[in-house]
Nanobody, 123 residues
């Protein structure tokens, strides 16, 4: 079992930056693939970024590639999402997720989810 708690969301102006954190419980965090997803009002949840257990591989959706950076600190059981050049269309609830076997953006492959953190980007 892994419990995930996101933090770092808030209100930011367009063009600004935010860093989200996701703290995980358990002693096996370093064996989990981690991902970030988001859900905007009235829309389906979508993939944002994924990172391999070692942190050596990362994968992004086309909409955030070059703007967002996913990273992790296995000593702190934490995964991060650095978001730069934010746009109003990035407004969403951001979720982190974990799974023990799959590296990629398919939501159904993730077993554990956090409660989400709200990011609002004003124009």
């Amino acid at each position: 079992q892994v419990q995930l708690v996101e933090s770092g969301g808030g209100l930011v102006q367009a063009g600004g930056s935010l860093r989200l954190s996701c703290a995980a419980s358990g002693r096996t965090f370093s064996s989990y693939h981690m991902g970030w997803f988001r859900q905007a009002p009235g829309k389906e949840r979508e993939f944002v970024a994924a990172i391999s257990p070692s942190g050596g591989s990362t994968y992004y959706s086309q909409s955030v590639k070059g703007l967002f950076t996913i990273s992790r600190d296995n000593a702190k059981n934490t995964v991060y999402l650095q978001m730069n050049s934010l746009k109003p269309e990035d407004t969403a609830v951001y979720y982190c997720a974990a799974n023990g076997r799959y590296y990629g953006g398919a939501m159904d492959e993730y077993d554990y989810w956090g409660q989400g953190t709200q990011v609002t980007v004003s124009s």
